[in-house]
């Protein structure tokens, strides 16, 4: 697969579509099982809260996971992400209840060589940024 976006057809400033993503705790333990990483602050509350988190919250792996794939949908092709990265900023706290939101918005940032486009991220829950420097460099059509 090659991206379905051409480099000539996007300018700096171009944004990507914006996605939300449900997190719930059945998907923490779905995510615990695929990784392997059954840290309790993943799943159990009462664990969670003594060592001093507010609740439940979402492996960092996991929220940088969902965050990719407005790049991934975008482009076209998974293989089109040549680098990744992020800070983890703040926790994405699941309430058993409701569980929780990552709105996830993207930008192309910047137009490199080789037609890659650097794409900055923006992930947010409960109203606050979950993710600093979320960057991901792409290669396009």
């Known amino acids: ?16 579509p914006a996605q939300s993503f449900p997190v719930t705790r059945a998907t923490l333990v779905r995510y ?5 990483d059954f840290n309790p602050i993943h799943w159990n509350e009462r664990f969670a809260k003594e060592v001093g988190l507010p609740d439940v919250i979402a492996h960092g792996m996991f929220t940088m996971a969902e965050a990719i794939r407005v790049v991934t ?4 092709d998974p ?17 058993d ?3 929780a939101l990552v709105e996830v918005s993207g ?8 037609n890659t486009v650097r794409v ?3 992930a947010v829950s409960a109203g ?10 792409v290669r396009l059509a």
């Open 1 to 16: 697969m090659t991206a379905k976006i051409a480099y000539d057809a996007v300018e700096v400033g171009t944004e990507l």
């Open 32 to 36: 615990a099982g695929a990784s392997g």
């Open 73 to 76: 949908d975008w482009a076209g």
């Open 79 to 95: 293989g089109a992400v040549v680098e990744y990265g992020v800070r983890f900023t703040k926790p994405v706290v699941v309430p």
């Open 97 to 99: 209840d409701e569980g």
């Open 107 to 114: 930008k192309v940032a910047a137009k490199l060589d080789d």
């Open 120 to 122: 900055d991220l923006t």
């Open 128 to 137: 606050q940024k979950v993710l600093g420097m979320s960057r991901a460099v």
